[in-house]
């Protein structure tokens, strides 16, 4: 046990080391580490890591848990069940500003939204005015995103809509599959299952093309003038983890290496996360990694996009992030 420990602290240093940082101290081993995350793509890195055992640096028995909803996210950090948790970003400023133990380490999701729909010229939000969307997540991403995006169009999403709340995206998904819509707002990998399903036969007989309609990706570019991207998800310490800057570096290290190795193989890391989520298909995750590639980026580097994003959610509804802007304490400091 002592020979694991001086391998993990030397591992760590070696880690710090090359992100151009000297940790102050050397890193005791945990008994465990509780690993979380959603049904998408920013939890694609936690997931081959824990595959690969690359956190076996970090710790003798690493799990992972999926969080279904928000509130089950919410249960798992507030209940101290989770380490490190995948989510939005609104919902870790959120937890941080009403007092939960969390830092945000990485933004890894910068925007997998789109409206798919079985209108090839559907290419705006305007040009849904007056049809029914379906949208999960009722207050959360992405709706959020939805709204913000309306609102600058001079559209209210209950009024110039026909919105129809369900409860996740694979709900959205299957109401499309089963032309009980004709459009809806998903977020990879669901919009890339979406696509696969409706190719396959008998379905396509009963649901026939469907298209990226909306990239909601460029359509923020295109309404704020800014990069076509948004701050959308990314990683959290939690606990006492977040006090500890050699290991953040560590956690921020694994995970940048492992969306790497999905991003130079996405059938094998398809693969290993289908595994771990049975609502989930191999091809489709490899897919939307083709077409989405996430892209961590130290959260602290990206301050100025968060609390931009941050600032027009503040504006329209506090109630999201808390009320306030998180101040410096929510970004993670790595050493």
């Known amino acids: 046990m002592q020979r694991r420990t001086l391998l993990g602290a030397a591992w760590l240093a070696g880690a710090a080391a090359a992100a151009g940082v000297r940790p102050a101290r050397a890193v005791p081993r945990r008994a465990q580490l509780a690993l979380t995350g959603p049904a998408a793509s920013v939890s694609n890195g936690l997931i081959q890591a824990l595959d690969s055992g690359a956190f076996g640096a970090l710790a003798d028995r690493v799990t992972f848990e999926p969080w279904r909803d928000p509130d089950q996210l919410r249960a798992l950090v507030l209940g101290g069940r989770a ?57 959360d991403m992405p709706d959020i995103v939805l709204g913000l995006l309306a609102e600058r169009q001079g559209m209210d999403v209950r009024r110039d809509l026909k919105v129809r709340y ?51 990706q460029q359509e923020w570019g295109r309404l704020l003038q800014r990069p076509p991207r948004i701050p959308q998800a990314g990683l959290a310490v939690v606990g006492a983890l977040r006090e500890d800057r050699a290991a953040v570096a560590a956690v921020q290290r694994i995970y940048a290496d492992a969306v790497a190795d999905c991003q130079r193989d996405p059938g094998a890391c398809g693969e290993r996360v289908a595994r771990r989520n ?58």
């Open 166 to 216: 369900v409860a996740t995206p694979m709900d959205a998904m299957q109401l499309l599959l089963m032309r009980q819509v004709e459009h809806a707002l998903l977020p990879e990998p669901a919009v890339s299952m979406a696509l696969r399903k409706v190719r396959s036969l008998p379905l396509n007989i009963v649901a026939p093309a469907l298209h990226r309609a909306v990239d909601l």
């Open 278 to 335: 049975e609502l989930l298909r191999a091809d489709a995750v490899a897919d939307a990694i083709s077409v989405a590639p996430d892209r961590p980026v130290p959260a602290a580097q990206a301050r100025a996009e968060l609390e931009f994003f941050f600032g027009e959610l503040l504006a329209r509804q506090p109630g999201l992030i808390g009320g306030r802007l998180p101040d410096a304490g929510f970004y993670a400091e790595a050493g």
């Open 83 to 139: 380490d490190v948790a995948a989510m939005p970003t609104n919902v870790a400023a959120n937890l941080y500003n009403r007092g939960a133990p969390l830092a945000l380490v990485t933004v890894a999701t910068w925007g997998v939204l789109w409206v798919v729909s079985r209108d090839p010229a559907a290419k705006t939000l305007t040009d849904l005015r007056g049809r029914e969307l379906a949208i999960p997540f009722r207050g």
